[in-house]
């Protein structure tokens, strides 16, 4: 009984079956496209990869991706009807959270406005808040969006999060569902999105949203392109209702060459570059997977495809 290793987003697929057979060397891995005997397959790694060119795999028993986002293969007509389990590191991804926590630094510490300065050759400095009277606020509060804000409560910056379903927490101060968006909003001085992309959170970034931040506030969304309206961001920077944004994902990507987010002065724009799966990340979520259903137990980390996550 085999895992089928479809193209990865990044590396060989000999570097990624090497790297899960270091955590479980009893797999049989099948290399598309020698896929062998459908009826062997009874799991899928996906990466980068047009699911309308399976074979029909009768025995398979759940799919998982090479990376945290599933909105692509929740929203995918040729996806198997099996479980959809996600390879996200349970207890997050040291890259993310580094990513998260330089980005609110930068904002913080007016990072946009001392090189829009250093351009001008202006010296000048800008007045800085200590951190506890910085309020930063996380969108989602998942596996990737709680180690960095457990890390900058711990740096003594006033973190809150707000989520989708009721949720305490004795550091973050939560903010639940659609009724406590706005206030959440009106308290966050620095924004993080780290949401799922779902059928609710698609163009959550929009102007009503991003006009019930404080003056002054920024934006940093690590989560996808589709979640920000490009143009209702710039008409709020443009004004100075928003002081600047660091888009780590767009919409398209890559972005488009004529889009005025590329030269804005407040925009930051990076190559979604926040975390990069790699065979040493995802082999061990791989093997816990298998062994698990191997044993005849639940998937822990399945995904809720009602939810979309």
Known sequence: MALLLTPPVQGTLETWRDGILAEI?????RLWPDVGDPADILYLL???FDLAELPELPNLRFVMPMFAGIDHLVSNPNMPDVPLVRTGPPAGDPAMTEYAVLHVLRHHRHMPDYLAQQR?????VIPQKLPKDQRVGFMGFGTMAE??????HNLEFDVAAWVRTDKTDPDITMFC?????????ARTDILVCLLP????????????TLAQLPQGASLVNLGRGAHLIDDDLIAMLDSG????????ATKPEPLPQESPLWLHERVTIMPHTARRVRPDTVGPQVAEAVRLDRA???QIWAVDRSAGY
């Open 46 to 48: 996906v990466g980068r």
């Open 296 to 298: 005849g137990k639940p």
């Open 120 to 124: 001008r050759k202006d010296w000048k």
């Open 241 to 248: 209702h928003m002081s600047a944004a660091t888009l780590d």
């Open 147 to 152: 180690p960095p804000a457990r890390v900058l």
């Open 197 to 208: 992309l779902t059928d609710a959170t698609e163009g959550i970034l929009n102007a009503q």
């Open 25 to 29: 060397p009893d797999l049989d891995i």
């Open 177 to 185: 569902g659609p009724d406590q968006l706005g206030p959440f909003l």
